[in-house]
């Protein structure tokens, strides 16, 4: 249950900043706006579920939202999102990044902790 735990508590950090973001302004900019709002309610939904629902479909969303979330800011930083250019000097922008990580890399951990790629490992024996 730890890294559940673990993983849940990066969702909601991840969602915490976007939804600072969101009132800082972010809400204002289209698109990106309206998808600050779904990284948020996605990422206090799956935190729930993660901790509350004990299958391998919740850390498959976990680490799904980490990933694209922190994809979507590589893209926002290099090339833009939406016509969004924005850069990783702020607080925000590394605490986001850093718990997106987190948030995968737990997923992972439970999901292997829990027998989750037992029939990988049979494969290759």
């Given at each position: ?19 600072y ?24 939904v ?61 997923a ?18």
């Amino acid at each position: 249950m730890g890294m559940r735990v673990i993983g849940a508590l990066a969702a909601v950090v991840t969602a915490a900043v976007h939804l600072y973001l969101w009132f800082d302004g972010v809400r204002d900019q289209g698109t990106v706006g309206a998808l600050f709002v779904v990284n948020v309610v996605a990422g206090a939904v799956i935190a729930v579920l993660v901790v509350a629902w004990r299958s391998w479909v919740p850390l498959l969303l976990l680490a799904g939202l980490g990933a694209t979330t922190l994809v979507a800011f590589v893209i926002a930083t290099t090339g833009g999102l939406f016509g969004i250019h924005t850069t990783w000097d702020s607080w925000y922008a590394w605490v986001a990044a850093l718990s997106e990580v987190a948030a995968v890399l737990a997923a992972v951990a439970a999901a292997y902790a829990e027998g989750r790629f037992a029939s990988l490992r049979k494969a290759e024996d």
